[in-house]
C-alpha cells in the first residue's frame, strides 16, 4: 500500500483563494488542542490571541504598526518570489536599513536640523536594504551562486554589524554603558499619525506600496516580465526579456522595501538602534507573501493576521504566562497549513493497494 | 497468423488521464514473427498502448496476455524478462559514458563491462549495427546512439521489439540501413511492433496494422492492400488536404543574409555553428532540413537574437547589420519568430492566450503604451488569431496548456503570422500537431511567402519541406549546406548532406578528434 501524489488536471480560482482561510482555520484549530494539552481554557486562550488585538483603537494602532513593516517586506519578497528569485535574507535588508537610516539621525544628533531628517532617513535605509540586497543578485547573476543561501547569511552579517556599531562606535556616551545608540532627536523620529497612538506614516506608506505593487503586476509590462521571468523563463528570454537585469531589479526592489520597513520600525517603536531591532520581521514576512498568495492585497491581508499572532502572543505572555516562542509555534503551525493546502491544490492524494502479486513465472 | 495463438495479446484495454481516456477498449494481437505496425495520429494513443505492453503504466481496464497466459507487468523489468525489448523516441543514455557502458548498466546481470563490449560487439555485427564500444556517448550521430538502444535489446535475446518512431530522427540512408537490420530481426523470428506515422514505411515494411484515432482502434488491416491515401483516411477519419504549393524562385535581394556565422553553443553539449553563409527571399520558403540536434536549436537563437553573434555584420535584417541587437530589435524590423517548443518556449504554458499574444507583440503591436498593456487590446488580438487560424479553445482567453497541440502550434503561428511580418523563422512548424492542423500551417506559410514575405523553416521532417519549400539547405555538425532550388532536387541527394557526405573535413573532423 503506498500514498500517490497525483497532479490535479486543473485546479480552481476559488479553491486557490479559499485554501489560505483553510490554513488559517486548521492553525487555529491546532492552536485549541495547544492550549488544552497545556491546561489552558482553549476558549479562552483563544480569545486572548486573536480577539484582544483588535478589540479597541489603542490596539487596532499597535496592530498597524505590527503588521506595517510584514506588508512592506512581504509585497517586496513577493516581486521577488514570482520571478524565481529566492530572497530570504529580508531582515538582514530591514536591519541595514535601519543602520543606514539610524546612522544619519545619530550624525545630525545635537545639531540643528530641520523637517529634511526623516525623508533623507528613509532614502538611505532603502538605499541600505538595497546596497545589502544586490550582493546576492551579483552573485547569482556573475557567478551562479545560490542567492538562497547568501541572502540568509548575510543577515547574520548584518545583525552582528548592527551589534557591533551599538556596542562600540554608536554607544551613547551618556548611556550607563548599556548597548544602544542615543536617542533620535523629534526630527529624526517617524512621522505619528495620531497624538494617543503609536500609528505612524509607515502605514500609509505601506498601503500606497500594496496599491501601486498590485497596479504593477497586474497592468504594467514590468509586471508580465516578472511573472513570465518566473512562469516560464525561456519564454522570457524569447519575449526579449533579460533575467539577470530582473533578478537586480526585484533585489534592489524588495530590499530597498524591507530596509525602509527597518527605519520606519526602528524611528517608529525605540527611538534609538538597539542590539535587536527585530522580532523576525523579515523571516515572517515569507510566511506572510506565501499566506497572501504572492500578491500584493493578499501580502496586506496576510500581514494584518501574522501581526495578530505577534500581539496575540505578547498579551498571552502577560495574561496567561506562556512563553514568547508559543507565537512562533504558531506562525510555524501556520505556514506548515498553508504549503499543505498548496500541496493538496496542486496535488490529488490517492492511496493505492498494490495489486496482487502475480505467481512468478 | 490468424489462427496461432497470439504473442502479445492485449484485450479491452482501457487507460485515463483525469477526463481524458487515452486508450478507450483497445484490442491488439501481436502474431509471432510478424512485423505489427501501431499507426495514428500524435495524441491518438499509441504511446500510452506501448508504455502499456511495456510495463511502464497499468491499464485501469482489460488484460494482456502473453502466448495465451494471462500476465500483468508492473514493470519494464518483468517485460524484460518476458522477451520485450523497446526502443523508445527520446533516448535513455548517459552521454558521458561510453556504448558498452551505458549497455552494461542497462543489462540486469553483474556482467564486467568487458564481457558486455565484446558481447556487444558480436551482436552489433551480426545485426549489421557497426558500434564501437569504447566511444562516449556525447560524441555519437543520433542514428548511432539510435543504434545503442537497439543493441542493448538484441543482446537480451528479445521476443518482441518495440520501436518508437524509430525514424523520426534519421536520414533517408540510415532509414535503409534500419529496414535491414529489422529484416533481420525478424527472419529471426522476432516480432516486431513498429509505431510511426509515416504510412509509406508501414506499407515497405510491416505485415499488418492496427489504427488508432482518439484512443480508439478504427481498423486492422494488411497495408501492403492498402494505399497511402486510404491509411491516411483511416488514421485522420477524413480526407487530407494536399497544400497547394508551385515552387517559385525570386530575384528579389534576401531579406536576411547570414554571413560567415560562428557561434559557440551555451550547452556543453550542444553543436558550435561554423561559417554559416544563408540568404532568405522574400516571396520564398527556404528550408533547412537536417537530423536532430544538428546545430538546429543554436540557429534559431542566434537568428532570433536570443544568443546575439559576436559581430554585428553577420546578420543582416532589411538591411540593417543586427548581429548585436536583441529579439525585439530584429522584430521591429519586421522579423518573426515560431519557436520549436510550443509550451515553455514559444508560450508560458499557465498564462493566459492574450498573456501570451502580449509575450511575442509587445514590442511590436502596440499592446503596451507608456509603461501599461492594453488589456482589451491583447484579447482583441487574441480573438483575431483564433478567428483566422481556427484554434479550437473553451472559454474566451484561457491557458495556454489548456489547448492541445495542435491548436496551441495554431495560435502561436497564427499570432506572429497575422502581423504581416516581412520574414518568418519558424523551426518543427508541424511538429506533434495533428494532420488537419499541420496542413493549415503548412498553407498559411506559403501563403505568407507568396504575399511577399520572406520565410525560413527549419524541420527535421524531409516530406513537409518538399512540401512547401521553393529551396533547401541541410545543416550538419553545425554547418550549412549553399540551399539549392527543390524543383529538381533529389531526396537521396538531400539525405546523403544529412547524413554529412559532402561536407568535406571540418567540423566534423574535429569533434572526432576532441
Not at chain 1, 492511496?351 to 505467481?359: D, T, Y
Not at chain 2, 511577399?452 to 513537409?464: C, H, N, R, W
Amino acid at each position: 500500500m503506498r500514498l500517490v501524489l497525483s497532479k490535479r488536471e486543473n485546479s480552481s480560482r476559488w479553491m486557490s483563494l479559499l485554501s489560505p482561510l483553510i490554513a488559517v482555520a486548521l492553525t487555529i484549530a491546532s492552536g485549541a488542542v495547544l492550549f488544552a494539552a497545556m491546561g489552558l481554557d482553549p476558549a479562552k486562550a483563544l480569545a486572548i490571541y486573536f480577539l484582544s488585538p483588535i478589540s479597541d483603537t489603542w490596539a487596532l494602532q499597535e496592530l498597524a504598526v505590527k503588521a506595517t513593516p510584514l506588508v512592506l517586506i512581504s509585497v517586496g519578497l513577493s516581486l521577488c518570489y514570482l520571478s524565481n528569485n529566492w530572497n530570504i535574507g529580508a531582515e538582514g535588508q530591514f536591519v541595514m536599513g535601519a543602520i543606514f537610516g539610524g546612522g544619519i539621525a545619530i550624525a545630525t544628533h545635537g545639531v540643528a536640523n530641520g523637517p529634511w531628517v526623516f525623508p533623507a532617513m528613509m532614502l538611505a535605509g532603502m538605499i541600505g536594504g538595497a546596497a545589502l540586497a544586490m550582493i546576492p543578485a551579483m552573485l547569482k547573476t556573475r557567478l551562479s551562486v545560490n542567492e538562497i543561501l547568501t541572502s540568509l547569511m548575510l543577515v547574520y552579517i548584518a545583525e552582528l554589524l548592527l551589534d557591533w556599531l551599538v556596542r562600540g562606535p554608536w554607544r551613547d556616551p551618556k548611556g550607563f554603558n548599556f548597548p544602544q545608540s542615543v536617542m533620535f532627536e523629534a526630527e529624526a523620529q517617524t512621522i505619528r499619525l495620531t497624538s494617543d497612538g503609536r500609528i505612524n506614516i509607515g502605514t500609509l506608506i505601506a498601503l500606497v506600496v500594496v496599491v501601486l505593487a498590485a497596479f504593477l503586476l497586474s497592468r504594467m509590462l514590468k509586471g508580465f516580465e516578472i511573472r513570465l521571468v518566473g512562469e516560464a523563463p525561456r519564454a522570457a528570454r524569447f519575449a526579449g526579456f533579460s533575467q539577470s537585469r530582473l533578478t537586480w531589479t526585484v533585489f534592489a526592489i524588495s530590499g530597498a522595501l524591507a530596509g525602509l520597513a527597518g527605519i520606519i520600525e526602528v524611528g517608529g517603536t525605540m527611538g534609538q538602534l538597539q542590539p535587536t531591532i527585530s522580532p523576525g520581521y523579515g523571516f515572517t514576512a515569507i510566511i506572510v507573501a506565501f499566506l497572501g498568495r504572492l500578491n500584493p492585497i493578499g501580502c496586506l491581508i496576510a500581514g494584518v493576521f501574522l501581526a495578530i499572532t505577534f500581539i496575540g502572543g505578547e498579551n498571552a505572555q502577560i495574561a496567561l504566562r506562556l512563553p514568547l516562542d508559543v507565537t512562533r509555534v504558531f506562525q510555524g503551525l501556520l505556514l506548515f497549513f498553508v504549503l499543505a493546502c498548496d500541496a493538496f491544490l496542486i496535488y490529488r492524494v490517492r492511496l493505492v493497494r498494490s495489486a496482487p502479486q502475480e505467481r512468478s513465472a | 497468423m490468424t489462427t496461432a495463438t497470439p504473442l502479445m495479446l492485449a484485450s479491452g484495454i482501457v487507460k485515463r488521464f483525469g477526463a481524458l481516456v487515452a486508450n478507450d477498449s483497445v484490442d491488439l494481437a501481436i502474431g509471432p514473427g510478424e512485423v505489427h505496425a501501431l499507426l495514428g495520429e500524435n495524441g491518438a494513443g499509441k504511446s500510452t498502448l506501448v508504455k502499456i505492453l511495456y510495463g511502464l503504466l497499468q491499464p485501469d481496464a482489460g488484460t494482456l496476455a502473453w502466448e495465451g497466459r494471462t500476465i500483468s507487468l508492473k514493470s519494464p523489468a518483468e517485460a524484460r524478462r518476458l522477451g520485450i525489448g523497446m526502443v523508445f523516441q527520446h533516448f535513455s543514455l548517459f552521454e558521458a559514458l561510453t556504448v558498452a557502458e551505458n549497455v552494461a548498466l542497462a543489462l540486469d546481470g553483474t556482467e564486467p563491462v568487458s564481457a558486455v563490449a565484446d558481447r556487444l560487439v558480436s551482436v552489433s555485427e551480426a545485426y549489421g549495427l557497426p558500434l564501437d564500444p569504447r566511444r562516449e556517448v556525447w560524441r555519437l550521430s543520433v542514428g548511432e546512439r539510435q543504434r545503442i538502444e537497439i543493441v542493448r535489446c538484441l543482446m537480451q535475446n528479445p521476443r518482441l521489439l518495440i520501436l518508437d518512431e524509430p525514424t523520426s530522427v534519421l536520414t533517408p540512408q540510415e532509414t535503409e540501413g534500419l529496414f535491414a537490420t529489422l529484416a533481420r530481426i525478424k527472419a529471426e523470428g522476432c516480432a516486431i511492433l513498429y509505431i510511426s506515422h509515416k504510412l509509406e514505411e508501414v506499407r515497405r515494411i510491416c505485415d499488418r496494422a492496427t489504427i488508432l484515432r482518439h484512443g480508439k482502434v478504427v481498423a486492422t488491416c494488411d497495408p501492403r492492400q492498402e494505399s497511402a491515401a486510404s491509411l491516411a483516411q483511416m488514421m485522420v477519419g477524413s480526407k487530407v488536404m494536399p497544400t497547394r504549393h508551385e515552387p517559385v524562385l525570386s530575384d528579389q535581394a534576401p531579406f536576411l543574409r547570414v554571413q560567415d556565422l560562428s557561434l559557440r553553443s551555451p550547452d556543453p553539449h550542444g553543436t558550435h555553428l561554423s561559417g554559416i553563409d544563408l540568404e532568405v527571399r522574400p516571396g520564398e520558403i527556404t528550408g533547412i532540413a537536417g537530423v536532430a540536434g544538428n546545430g538546429q536549436d543554436e540557429l534559431f537563437a542566434a537568428l532570433s537574437g536570443e544568443i546575439l553573434a559576436a559581430r554585428a555584420e553577420v546578420i543582416i535584417l532589411a538591411g540593417q547589420p543586427v548581429g548585436h541587437g536583441d529579439i525585439n530589435t530584429r522584430r521591429k524590423l519586421g522579423a518573426a519568430f515560431v519557436p520549436e517548443e510550443r509550451l515553455g518556449h514559444a508560450a508560458a504554458p499557465r498564462l493566459s492566450l492574450s498573456d501570451n499574444a502580449l509575450l511575442a507583440g509587445h514590442a511590436t503591436n502596440g499592446f503596451v503604451r507608456s509603461g501599461l498593456v492594453d488589456k482589451p487590446g491583447t484579447l482583441g488580438w487574441v480573438d483575431r488569431v483564433v478567428a483566422a487560424f481556427d484554434v479550437r479553445k473553451g472559454p474566451r482567453d484561457p491557458a495556454a496548456s489548456a489547448l492541445s497541440g495542435g491548436n496551441l502550434q495554431k495560435f502561436v503561428v497564427g499570432r506572429d503570422i497575422l502581423r504581416n511580418p516581412r520574414l518568418l523563422i519558424v523551426s518543427q512548424p508541424t511538429w506533434g500537431v495533428d494532420a488537419g492542423a499541420a496542413a493549415l500551417i503548412r498553407q498559411a506559410l506559403v501563403d505568407l511567402a507568396r504575399s511577399g514575405a520572406a520565410v525560413l523553416v527549419i524541420s527535421q521532417d524531409l516530406d513537409e519541406l518538399f512540401e512547401i519549400a521553393d529551396r533547401m539547405a541541410v545543416i550538419f555538425h553545425g554547418r550549412l549546406s549553399p540551399a539549392q532550388p527543390t524543383a529538381g532536387l533529389a531526396r537521396e541527394a538531400v539525405g546523403l548532406l544529412m547524413g554529412g557526405s559532402g561536407f568535406g573535413p571540418g567540423e566534423a573532423r574535429a569533434r572526432d578528434a576532441a
